[in-house]
């Protein structure tokens, strides 16, 4: 079954095509008119030819040698019919050997390039397969060549004849040591696919002295089916002799593979499966996995190393238990001990949510009937868990004890969407006795956005609270939900000043909505920059108090030299405007950073920050014609603020209107400074854009007579373009001057 899978897979999509074309017995054009279009120039007459030369199967043979030559064509469609055509034609177009080969080979000319290499390599193999027996000696000629794509697809074709191409096993052995993986990959399915002939060779592999060749004689030997009888006993063999990491990873692979009695397979797999090796244990638990037959017993035989004295194997094998999904529940009792005895450890954790549900009521039951020390940890792995652990965390927020209830609603509320469906028994927690769970379930609410009009009441009433952690919790949740003005600066800086990053990270957030109000804690939010977790958000609202923000300037030009917030930085310094001027040498030096959208912002920042109009000026108008869009549109609204000054950019701006992406800016920055060249004016009517048209035909009739040479043409565009009546009709007015009065 493995072989006629990995046969379905080689020929795929080709195969089908060709069966129907085979059959197809529809009377079509006359072939000599069909071989005709087949040369023509025209692209659509010969894709036309083709389909029906396609259509025709086999009583297409008169066009062989056009067919032939459409080979070469550029076109991928009039390509893929040929080949396909050639296929079905089987071994009475052995004329095409040749050229069928050339087109495997690496360099292709330019056009043929820009076919996809693994369709060609798919078609023309299976195309050299169907013609037959004719085309061994020449594919066994191309596996001695050096080109990659040669090698590669004369084995794949190989492979399609099955055990008809036993003559090429030597020289197919001989590539499985080939440096280049396609060539490797296509070897070993080759190999497989000629079979039970191929054993022979690939087991006397496994002791040659190339490693690679070793590895590839025992991924070939994988592939047999039905497996080589003595397949098994090689690889045992080899894997007691062999300490090659990769080599011993392909042999650890196949070992399932090859009949080997399930017992003895995973006496050699399961060591790896612990070992100190990472690649070996990967391969070894893969090929654990593959072989469903050997899960209950691997499973079985890793259960007792949770026990094992040494740390780092009881993590490993829970790591190993937690691959197996549901079919390790068996295993779940010692896991928990394991786990217990690791105080709850990531690799258990993990193990717990690969295996899934079946988990979840051993994990409540000892949260409820537990020491309480394992609490932390089974909440931890629970949150791991997503949505199906909320039921189990919902249960949890009864639970006699209060510290578990408070942590079971902290571990919702850290769960993001995922906990959203325990929203109400939240609301519900949110009344408990005990003021460390109210507080707990109130961060959760905030964090899942519950509903803000059951939510401001609560928050309201622990604002008023005697608790302190109660009010913490309070304040943080009325800033989060908007009520910054509420709290005052004031109420938003002692969250700043307390200890819990959620309230802090609220009350910086809470500052930015006051906007320039909160002006007096610039202070002490320019001394909590160093807080990594709130940096970002600072910096944010910094930028948006605004002018008021420039005491902080040297400490973001500080931060501005890191580039992880460099564009932050910038943005924030366009904000506070002319007041960043100590910030300038940043700014400028910006100007060539290699990321673009830094480039960008201190273009802007520029045009903000810098109050001598010649030096921006200088630095800005250069660059209007940057290789970068996004530089290009920012340079462009950096450049509308300076009016005429700025006229020296409008060649590089005009230039902008022409592309789509940039119009909008360019043409913005155009109206602001002003165009009085006619020729350029002129340039823009013939774009196809009635903005710009517009700006055009107004930019003329303000030049008056001097743009009468403009005047004919405007007449021309007036009949073809009805919508720009208005515009031209008042240019042509400013420039030709009122009509003289009729006598």
């Known amino acids: 079954m493995r072989r006629d899978l990995l046969r379905a897979l080689a020929v795929g999509v080709i195969a089908g095509v060709c069966a129907v074309a085979a059959c197809a017995e529809e009377a079509g054009p006359a072939v000599d008119k069909l071989i005709l279009q087949l040369g023509a120039p025209e692209i659509p007459v010969r894709r036309e030819a083709a389909f029906q030369l396609n259509r025709l199967g086999t009583a297409a043979k008169p066009a062989l040698a056009a067919l032939i030559k459409a080979l070469d064509d550029d076109d991928k469609q009039v390509w893929s019919l040929a080949i396909s055509v050639i296929a079905v034609l089987g071994p009475e177009a052995r004329e095409a050997i040749p050229v069928l080969l050339k087109s495997l080979e690496t360099r292709q000319p330019a056009g043929r390039r820009a076919r996809d290499a693994r369709q060609t390599l798919m078609r023309a193999s299976y195309a050299l397969a169907r013609i037959g027996p004719a085309s061994i000696p020449p594919l066994i000629e191309a596996l001695r060549q050096e080109d990659a794509g040669l090698r590669a697809g004369a084995a794949r074709a190989l492979g399609l004849l099955g055990a008809e191409a036993r003559e090429a096993i030597p020289l197919l052995v001989n590539n499985l040591a080939d440096a280049r993986e396609p060539v490797r990959d296509e070897t070993v399915m080759a190999l497989g696919l000629i079979g039970p002939e191929a054993g ?25 089916a039905p497996p080589f009888r003595d397949a098994g006993a090689a690889i045992e063999q080899a894997l007691g002799q062999e300490s090659d990491a990769t080599v011993r990873s392909a042999l650890l692979t196949a070992l399932p593979k090859l009949g080997v009695e399930p017992a003895r397979s995973l006496a050699a797999l399961l060591p790896a499966v612990v070992g100190d090796d990472e690649a070996l244990r990967h391969a070894a638990l893969n090929a654990v996995l593959a072989e469903r037959g050997l899960r209950a017993v691997a499973v079985a035989k890793l259960t007792p190393m949770l026990k094992d004295p040494n740390p780092v194997v009881r993590e490993r094998a829970a790591r190993a238990l937690g691959r197996f999904g549901p079919d390790a529940t068996p295993a779940l009792r010692a896991l928990m001990d394991a786990a217990r005895a690791a105080n709850g450890a990531p690799a258990f954790a993990d193990a717990f949510a690969q295996i899934g549900p079946p988990v979840l009521p051993i994990l409540l039951q000892s949260l409820q009937s537990g020491p309480p020390e394992d609490s932390p940890w089974i909440l931890r792995a629970l949150r791991g868990f997503g949505p199906p652990a909320v039921p189990v965390l919902s249960e949890a927020l009864k639970h006699e004890r209060p510290a578990i ?211 921006a000026l200088a630095a800005l108008i250069p660059l209007a014609g940057d290789p970068s869009s996004r530089m290009r549109r920012a340079v462009a609204t950096a450049l509308s603020q300076y009016g005429a000054d700025a006229r020296p950019a409008a060649p590089a701006l005009l230039r902008m209107l022409a592309d789509e992406k ?82």
Do not use: W
């Open 405 to 615: 209830r408070a942590a079971a609603a902290s571990t919702l509320g850290a769960m993001g969407r995922d906990g959203a469906d325990a929203v109400n028994p939240l609301f519900v927690l949110a009344g408990d006795p005990h003021p460390e769970v109210q507080a707990a379930a109130l961060r959760s609410l905030v964090a899942l956005r519950g509903d803000a009009g059951r939510l401001k009441p609560l928050l309201q009433t622990a604002l008023a609270s005697s608790n302190v952690d109660l009010r913490k919790v309070g304040a943080a949740g009325t800033a989060a939900l908007g009520g910054a003005a509420q709290l005052g600066v004031s109420g938003l800086l002692d969250l700043l000043a307390d200890n819990d990053t959620v309230g802090q990270a609220a009350g910086v957030q809470a500052l930015g909505q006051l906007g320039a109000q909160a002006a007096p804690a610039v202070g002490p939010l320019t001394a909590h920059l160093d807080d990594l977790l709130l940096q970002f958000s600072i910096v944010e609202t910094l930028g948006k108090i605004g002018p008021g923000a420039a005491p902080a300037v040297p400490r973001l030009v500080e931060l501005g030299k890191s580039a992880d917030q460099r564009g932050a930085v910038l943005l924030t310094l366009i904000k506070i405007g002319v007041g960043a001027a100590p910030a300038l040498p940043l700014i400028y030096a910006c100007l060539t950073d290699p990321a673009n959208e830094i480039r960008a912002s201190a273009a802007l920042a520029i045009a903000a920050v810098e109050s001598d109009r010649s030096k």
């Open 200 to 224: 022979p060779a690939l087991v006397a592999a496994l002791a040659d002295g190339d490693a690679r060749r070793r590895a590839g004689a025992a991924q070939a030997l994988a592939q047999i």
């Open 662 to 743: 940039d119009r909008s800016e360019g043409l913005h920055a155009l109206k602001a400074i002003g165009v009085d060249s006619v020729p350029d004016l002129q340039k823009l009517l013939v774009i196809k854009d009635a903005k710009v048209r517009t700006f055009a035909c107004e930019s003329l009739g303000a030049l008056g007579s001097a743009a009468k040479e403009v005047a004919p043409q405007l007449r021309e565009l007036l009949a073809q373009d009805a919508a720009l009546r208005g515009p031209i009709t008042a240019a042509l007015a400013k420039i030709e001057g009122p009509a003289p009065a009729t006598p």
